[in-house]
């Protein structure tokens, strides 16, 4: 009796808490930008000297080496960059200014590691064709999903559509053959909310429309999972805590459904009507950022943020998703082990010391080495796997074309591992020349990395094929 106090779902309430958090994301916008003096000078707690850019990075904007940057970013939930989280995700004004910088319109980029396509929307919306690979089946659906435009009518038919199951929902509507299997999904999930889950994707399918508008539906669903499941919202790891730091209420995947379709439709419907219709964008399924299968020197720039050794198990943050999705049922081991960056190997592997030949680098894999020997393989690995990837964008890169890397420090075993610094050593031994390297400060991060391992800064790296 109690249960069934929280259905039907009140879309007047869902639609009021909505429009009210859209007026206030509008005013702050608004509010906090200033679109003539975005540059400015200024002098952190300790003392150094770092420049400020509010939004719109100005396209010829001065660097010099070690420059530091402070960029404060409007644009993250933007269009169609808002549709889902994704962890160590670019702010969109960062590639649109680089890619603006170091490219022309109807220009090739490639994004090796491209993540949730925040190159590639940015690419498009430039007026370039892209390429965005990416290991994960999850990050390509997302991707694909966040570059098609859709039709505004009937979106809006659709949406009417769904609101209307929602409201009508009722557990019975739910047969045993429209829940799927996977590891622990009694645990990650309450029964009601299984079921609200299965009722969402049973009506998502059996909509009368086509694919790119169920899979516009598809992705407001998964960005919803994590938040009704048992598992902590803020922890890249999607682990279950002994404590849980939230409620979940049965209707509330419902609820959440109703709201991230109303908050994302204005944002497909924007990006919709932005989108240039002569642009291609390609998320090709057969490739791994080691194994780039296009022609030498195909494209005019590349740009990318790598995974990091020891940092985001991706395959693991996603699970759920992918769960629901269908891009997995049972082990994640054979993704896990494809990763750049993977913590799945073997003692076989790690038994023995193994060294990159780069004097900084081998320094600190020998210390981790002594501390704990798997640790000290993770990081010789990843080292091997961006040294294959550096190789690959060479060799389809046109000659004086740039490869932009986006990359972080980070802690392992308590040594600092300086990702960037390796990462340029590895470059020029490639054939790259540095061109520039500059800092941006993080300020916002969506999710708790474990304190230990925080990363703070990144480095932004302009390399040149020559
Ligand atoms: C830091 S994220 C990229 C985020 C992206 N810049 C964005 O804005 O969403 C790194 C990505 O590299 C992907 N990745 C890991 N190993 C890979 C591989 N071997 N080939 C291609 N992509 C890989 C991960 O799945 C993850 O999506």
Known sequence: ?????????????????????????????????EPLDNVKEITNRFGEKIIRVDGEIPVDLPINNEDRFLFISYDQSSLTHGLHKYPAKFFPELPRWLIKRYSKEKDLVIDPFTGSATTNVEA??????????????????LAKVKVTPIDEEELERCKKRILRLLVNYRPDKVAVEDIPTFPYRDNWFNKEIILELAYIKKCIENLDTNDDVKDFFKICFSSIIRSVSNADDN??????????????????????????ILTN???????????????????????????????????DLALTSPPYANAVDYPRMHQLEAYWLGFANGSLLPLKKKQVGTESVTVKEYKDL??????????VITRIYNKDPRRAYIAYKYLLDMQMNLKEVYRVLKSNGRYIIVVGNNKIRGEIFENWKYIIAM??????????????????HFIKVPREERIDTDWILVLIKK
């Open 235 to 260: 922890c890249t790891r999607t682990v279950i805590r002994k404590r849980l730091n939230k409620v979940v209420n049965p209707s509330d995947a419902l609820r959440r459904f109703a709201e991230a």
């Open 1 to 33: 009796m109690q249960i069934l106090n929280y259905y039907p779902i009140c879309l007047d309430e869902i639609e009021a808490k909505v429009a009210k958090k859209m007026k206030r994301n509008s005013t702050q916008k608004c509010e906090d930008v």
């Open 265 to 299: 439709i204005p944002k497909m419907m924007e990006f919709s009507n932005l989108c240039p219709k002569d642009i291609t964008t390609i998320f090709p399924g057969d490739m791994d950022a080691r194994n780039i299968k296009y022609e030498n020197e195909t494209f």
């Open 354 to 363: 193994h060294l990159i030949g780069i004097e900084e680098a081998d320094k």
């Open 427 to 444: 470059a020029e031994k490639t054939g790259f020349v540095l061109e520039n390297y500059f800092a941006s400060e993080i300020i916002k």
């Open 124 to 141: 498009l919306l430039a007026r370039r064709h892209s390429v965005g690979i990416d290991i994960s089946p999850f990050s390509r659906f």
